[in-house]
T-cell receptor, first 115, second 112 residues
Framework: AQSVTQLGSHVSVSEGALVLLRCNYS??????LFWYVQYPNQGLQLLLK??????LVKGINGFEAEFKKSETSFHLTKPSAHMSDAAEYFC?????????????FGEGTQLTVNP | NAGVTQTPKFQVLKTGQSMTLQCAQD?????MSWYRQDPGMGLRLIHY???????DQGEVPNGYNVSRSTTEDFPLRLLSAAPSQTSVYFC???????????FGSGTRLTVV
């Protein structure tokens, strides 16, 4: 079964600093990979996705992620954090080989942005 | 388009009561899923469906039933609520495995 690990349940950065949220997946076949963001008391919103086209994927709100097969990683970055980026971020994986579309989530990383 | 609509937004149940969480989408998506979200555990898949009349169990299906009689609706039934089912429940839909899921705004359920 697919699994995804997010390193660091809490990340704190200063406004204007680099944001780096880590995600590693376990699969011998590169899966489809997604990053979602959840603001307080809201549902999840898709930030970006990797589906085997370009390995560097750009998403909404200035976020991007790079797929690295050799490291089985899909880390999320943003060059300059903004106060509005404070939220919980989830990495998720979908298996290419099984039928249907089961999305497996990591445990989430809470991002705090300090003024 | 309304997207994915979940009702109710909040619910308090007594142990042993039953209820149905409603989920409807207007995007003609074939795939629909139910997740529960608990602190520190991310989102865990309860049940999912790949089309009308087809459902399957996810990671944590015990205590929950689903059916998919139409493309639009995917209700989640709690047969006999237990305090362990206190959680936030999210319904989501997708056109395929590539595009990712669109999520509803959630139902916060408390079982006392």
């Amino acid at each position: 079964a697919q699994s995804v690990t997010q390193l660091g349940s809490h990340v704190s950065v200063s406004e204007g600093a680099l944001v780096l949220l880590r995600c590693n997946y376990s699969s011998s076949v590169p899966p489809y990979l997604f990053w979602y963001v959840q603001y307080p008391n809201q549902g999840l919103q898709l930030l970006l996705k990797y589906t085997s086209a370009a390995t560097l994927v750009k998403g909404i709100n200035g976020f991007e992620a790079e797929f690295k097969k050799s490291e089985t990683s899909f880390h999320l970055t943003k060059p300059s954090a903004h106060m509005s980026d404070a939220a919980e971020y989830f990495c998720a994986v979908s298996d290419r080989e099984t039928s249907g579309s089961r999305l497996t989530f990591g445990e989430g990383t809470q991002l705090t942005v300090n003024p | 388009n309304a997207g994915v609509t979940q009702t109710p937004k909040f619910q308090v149940l007594k142990t042993g009561q039953s209820m149905t969480l409603q989920c409807a989408q207007d995007m003609n998506h074939e795939y629909m899923s139910w997740y529960r979200q608990d602190p520190g555990m991310g989102l865990r898949l309860i049940h999912y469906s790949v089309g009308a009349g087809i459902t399957d169990q996810g990671e944590v299906p015990n205590g929950y039933n689903v059916s998919r009689s139409t493309t639009e609706d995917f209700p989640l039934r709690l047969l006999s609520a237990a305090p362990s089912q206190t959680s936030v429940y999210f319904c989501a839909s997708s056109s395929d495995r590539v595009n990712g899921y669109t999520f509803g705004s959630g139902t916060r359920l408390t079982v006392v």
